[in-house]
């Protein structure tokens, strides 16, 4: 904040807001800085992935019982049902790996070289089987619009290390955005400093952020103090903290006009790098964010979140098991890969947390349509973890012989995000926002650290 904010504060007699985007003290000691977040959206297949049933080989093609289905929902009932719930087995290859054991399909070839760097958590769990309220849930703990996600939940709790650049940044890959849209990552109804922004791969990192034409550097800064001083007069009327909020983003708007495109400019990575991420300087691709990611857990940027779509597998067009999701997982799998490797080479792992996973997993049941694909499953899934605070190299979860029914270390969303939230300093009962009459929180009223995940 400037001398000259400060000295109009005090002439007006009043206290001005703080930096809503100054790092701030966590709760306890953390483990991690920052949080990249790779979300895979539309629901990975754990049975074709990560979570090896021989006996549901075995058994494919027969009906499953009766018992694993009472009481149970799931998306498009009909498609998943004209075939009598029978058991689908998987096509892919799976081998042990690492020191682990850790089962991997042939479909992941470069995440199976990193197992020791991870730890599979095979026992995930959530609340909602549709694709945008399971997002919104997983980002949010709600299925209900208007709550904070949990990079804005991180920016409130402790702000941010960038001085530059946003503290919670979203960066999209694949044939479309993830349903719901920027819900996903919303400030809901925290200031509005703490939702992710979003940068284009390609073109202008964020639209509209450049000059004007005829508008030179210092015009644009006679405006923008023009600007702040309105907008500080108003709230010192009003008192409105919102106030100070679009103070900051128009600054950080101001500042991002040179680090926006320092940080997409590629140049000065080496041919090395690009080769170990499987990407080129110029070229949109989730590869090519995960670099970005690294870069801007670099540049102190505090939660980074990575979408990529389509990982739904129903059998339709675009979404088989046979040629989709062997695609989507080329698509991601050497990104991954590198990004681990690249932040163990750079020290960075002992700072930074990174998260794999999608909304919900798949049933151990086949869906009919063009091909044969899976529905949306919310009982057993498969994410991965790795960095600072995590016990690496481990496998923690069971599913029961089908792969149905997490029996084992059982990890739901909201104990995910509690054990999130503690890594980087915060504790999840404490990180309250009062609304509407009632504090808030990222968990609700729920969440347990999962304390096999943590080292």
């Not at 609340?127 to 996600?149: D, E, I, W």
């Not at 990575?306 to 989507?328: I, K, Q």
């Not at 054990?419 to 609700?444: E, M, N, V």
Request: net charge neutral.
């Amino acid at each position: 904040m400037g001398l000259g904010t400060v000295a109009l504060g005090s002439l007006m007699g009043t206290e001005i807001s703080p930096d809503p985007f100054e790092a701030r003290q966590p709760h306890h000691s953390a483990k991690a800085r920052s949080i990249i977040y790779l979300f895979m959206a539309g629901g990975p297949s754990q049975l074709d992935l990560f979570d090896h049933k021989p006996r549901l080989n075995a058994l494919s093609g027969q009906p499953i019982p009766d018992s694993f289905l009472e009481g149970k929902r799931f998306a498009f009932m009909d498609s998943s049902f004209k075939n009598k719930s029978t058991l689908l087995g998987t096509r892919r290859t799976f081998r042990q790996h690492g020191r682990s054991g850790a089962w991997v399909s042939d479909l992941l070839p470069y995440t199976a070289g990193i197992v020791d760097d991870i730890t599979l958590v095979k026992s995930c769990a959530t609340n909602l089987f549709n694709h945008a309220p399971a997002k919104l849930f997983m980002n949010t703990g709600s299925g209900q619009f208007g709550r904070p996600s949990m990079g804005a939940w991180t920016t409130y709790g402790i702000g941010s290390e960038s001085q530059d650049l946003p503290g919670f940044v979203v960066l999209q890959s694949g044939p479309r955005g993830p349903r719901g849209g920027a819900v996903n990552w919303s400030s809901g109804f925290l200031p509005s400093t703490y939702q992710g922004v979003p940068l284009r791969g390609s073109g202008d990192p964020i639209l509209n952020l450049g000059l004007p034409a005829g508008i030179d550097a210092r015009a644009q800064r006679r405006v923008l103090d023009a600007a702040r001083d309105l907008n500080l007069r108003r709230s010192a009327a009003t008192g409105d903290p919102e106030i100070a909020t679009r103070i900051a983003s128009y600054e950080m708007a101001y500042r991002m006009q040179t680090s926006a495109p320092e940080l997409m400019n590629l140049e000065g990575e080496s041919n090395a790098t690009l080769a170990l991420y499987g990407c080129d300087r110029a070229t949109p691709s989730f590869a090519r964010n995960c670099l970005l990611a690294r870069r801007l857990v670099e540049r102190g940027v505090r939660f980074i979140q990575l979408y990529h779509t389509n990982w739904d597998s129903h059998g339709g067009p675009g979404e088989t098991l046979e040629d989709d999701l062997a695609r989507v997982c080329r698509e991601t799998d050497q990104g991954c890969a590198a990004l681990v490797k690249d932040l163990r080479s750079r020290g960075l792992m002992d700072e930074v947390v990174v998260v794999w996973g999608g909304e919900f997993g798949r049933t151990p049941m086949g869906e009919t349509r063009d091909k044969t694909g899976r529905n949306h499953h919310i009982d057993a899934f498969t994410m991965w973890f790795a960095g600072a605070g995590i016990r690496e190299g481990q496998v923690i979860g069971e599913t029961d012989e089908l792969g149905f029914n997490s029996v084992a270390d059982k990890a739901h969303v909201h104990d995910i995000h509690a054990t999130l939230l503690h890594l980087l300093g915060l504790d999840h009962k404490r990180l309250t926002y009062r609304f509407q009459g009632r504090d808030f929180r990222l968990t609700d009223v729920h969440g347990k650290l999962l304390l096999p995940l943590l080292a």
